[in-house]
């Protein structure tokens, strides 16, 4: 039913790994910049990474740097977040979102949007 859907969330301990997909079924991902963002309870909507639309160009935020890397496979027209090093702090809902500006603002430029997958870190 949803245009695009993310799934790999789950219950880790921390310093596990968990590897996220955004796959389309109604959108060419090859054409948009993709970011991934997270929303933890009580909290603001926040940047994780973004990859430019050709896969070329990457970037993370401060908390990614050396723990998450993203990825894309147009051909088979899904962008992967993989997650090492998890931490507790890094529970919340991912979304993936799809856009033509490439930052890792979530107000800038995304308007379309998965239903989130809930990644949980708890020992």
């Known amino acids: 039913q949803l245009q695009f859907v993310e799934s790999g969330g789950g219950l880790v301990q921390p310093g596990e790994s968990l590897r996220l997909s955004c796959a389309a079924s109604?959108?060419?991902?090859?054409?948009?910049?993709i970011g991934w963002f997270r929303q933890a309870p009580g909290k603001e909507r926040e940047g994780v990474s973004v990859?430019?639309?050709?896969?070329?160009?990457?970037d993370y935020a401060e908390f990614a740097k050396g723990r998450f890397t993203t990825s894309r496979d147009n051909a088979k027209n899904t962008v992967y977040l993989q997650m090492d090093s998890l931490k507790p702090e890094d529970t919340a809902v991912y979304f993936c979102?799809?856009?033509?500006?490439?930052?890792?603002?979530?107000?800038?430029?995304?308007?379309?949007w998965g239903q989130g997958t809930q990644v949980t870190v708890s020992s």
């Open positions: 979102a799809l856009g033509r500006y490439y930052s890792l603002n979530p107000k800038v430029g995304y308007n379309y």
């Open positions: 109604r959108f060419t991902l090859g054409d948009y910049v």
């Open positions: 990859i430019s639309s050709s896969g070329l160009s990457k």
